[in-house]
């Protein structure tokens, strides 16, 4: 897609409900210039994390109450999505089952009566499905009666053959484990990825509040 530009994203929060929990971290790394945006943000609500959540990102009920104001990361990110001087239909993001996220930006953007400013979403879980797929290592793991090969980041990583940088689980670095593995299934691999590309506009007051997916998380 000509005059795209895309940005990986990972997000952490302390659950799985948009209505309820909160984004405790956001990392944007625009895949142009490599740049990163990475903010800790503060939460409103610490009290209603989910402990499950908090032990996956090792954060404790104390961490939840350090970091930026949520406005301020929404006005920091929306500086960064500006200084491409592009309009958000020529957005693309990037990220390891993104729905997840997609809700919870959408969510986050929504509380302070604005739009997230991209257009475009392009999920990394599916790419790799597509390259297992594609190798046949799908079809080997169901001839052998063996259950889906897991596309977990890390997992996706591995089977793709991507040096992960670190094995901590928070924005900064999923993010970077994202852009080297939407790089890797693009360029080397050849996925065709633009058959995956989705739209999903964001309109205040339609955000959607279901559940969000950690299906392979």
């Known amino acids: 897609m000509s005059g795209i530009v895309y940005y990986v994203i990972d997000t952490e929060t302390t659950g799985l409900s948009t209505n309820y929990h909160e984004i405790t971290e956001l990392g944007i790394i625009r895949c142009f210039d490599r740049m990163q945006l990475w903010r800790q ?40 999505f500006n200084e491409d001087n592009l309009s958000p239909a020529h957005r693309c993001i990037v990220g390891h089952n993104i729905s997840f996220d997609r809700k ?28 297992l797929k594609d190798t046949g290592i ?37 993010s970077r484990n994202t852009y080297l593995l939407y790089q890797n299934l693009v360029e080397e691999k050849k996925i065709n990825y633009l058959p995956f590309i989705k739209t999903a506009v964001h309109k205040v007051n339609s955000f959607d509040s279901e559940r969000a997916d950690i299906s392979d998380l």
Not at 142 to 161: E, F, I, R, T, Y
Request: glycine share 4%; charged share 25%; hydrophobic share 40%.
């Open 41 to 80: 943000v503060k939460c409103l609500y610490p009290e209603r994390a989910n402990f499950d959540a908090l032990a996956i990102t090792q954060k404790t009920l104390a961490d939840l109450s350090n970091g930026d104001d949520p406005e301020q990361v929404i006005l920091a990110s929306e500086k960064f």
């Open 138 to 174: 799908e079809q080997e793991h169901k001839a052998k009666g063996l259950k889906k090969p897991s596309v977990n980041l890390h997992a996706a990583c591995d089977w793709a053959g991507v040096k992960k940088l670190s094995a901590s689980h928070n924005a900064k670095v999923d």
């Open 104 to 131: 919870f930006l959408h969510a986050l953007w929504e509380r302070y009566g604005k739009e997230f400013p991209a257009h475009l979403w392009l999920d990394t879980m599916a790419l790799t499905r597509q390259y």
